[in-house]
């Protein structure tokens, strides 16, 4: 087997409100993570690119156009997905497989793109799109909680795009491409297991968003069911320790891969 390549992706990074990404008031988690007004705090949105034999394929695609995200989540000098992937110099066309890891409005928004006559088109059109069945159910019918994390436009362009692949149960998409999930956050989160020849990679998304997730108890308000997102995360944590997973932290502005370590009963960064 030869090497995986993996790029990551940077779309521009993005202002929330930190008591909710930590579910805690900004005098606590702000020891940990840095506060840049008031409660807010700045946060990475960082994609996939994984490159093996005659497969390209993509894990997530950032924010669409629409120019209220770009205000409501304070991010300067926006760049669509393709943009950011021809900076990279990788071509929107050669892309052959979109893995969307749910369908939350910083996730699949550059997978469609609005054309001359506005209507909407696959931004990468040789590419088959995948998502899980659970998640692009609960797009087309969110919750109350759960209805401002979608685009609806974009959600009916997924339903409507003649290459999507659902994905029903966990599986291994490859040999070396397992895709695991998650329902804490949203129904149906899917994660990329990456086996590469001498080691594991895992894509963690919006399981473990930032380097501070690993403390026990700091879920998120944007989970939809918190406790069974840390009992996950948890779970998964422990396999991640005994096989010596790399993480890849999809949010955390300032630690993008790590190693991790059970100590004294916390989870750390391993030497
Ligand atoms: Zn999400």
Known sequence: ????????????????DGNELFRDSAPNWSRYYPVIDGNLCLI??????????NKLILVDTGFSENKEFQQIYHIKKFRSCDEILRIHGFNPEQITHVIHTHLH??????????????????????AQYF?????????LNPSIFEKDSFEPELIESFTKHHNLVIIENECFLFPWLELAFFHGHTAGLMLPVIHDKDQILFFAGDLIPTYI???????????????????????????????N??????????????????QNNKYVLSD
Do not use: W
């Not at 990475?44 to 034999?53: D, F, G, T």
């Not at 998502?131 to 797009?139: G, H, M, R, Y």
């Open 1 to 16: 087997m030869k090497k995986i390549e993996i790029f990551y992706i940077h779309y521009p990074p993005f202002i929330i």
């Open 131 to 139: 998502v899980s069945k659970k998640q692009l159910e609960t797009a």
């Open 105 to 126: 409005i910083d996730h699949c928004g550059g997978s469609f793109k609005l054309d001359k006559g506005k209507r909407r088109k696959p931004t990468f059109p040789f």
């Open 44 to 53: 990475a949105l960082r994609s996939l690119l994984i490159k093996y034999e």
């Open 245 to 262: 997973h790399k993480i890849i932290f999809q949010h955390d502005n300032f630690l993008k891969e790590a190693k991790i370590k059970k």
């Open 213 to 243: 997730h690993l403390e026990q108890e700091m879920a998120s308000n944007f989970d939809i069911n918190p406790l069974r997102q840390l009992a996950e995360r948890e779970l998964f944590l422990e396999t991640i320790i005994n096989e």
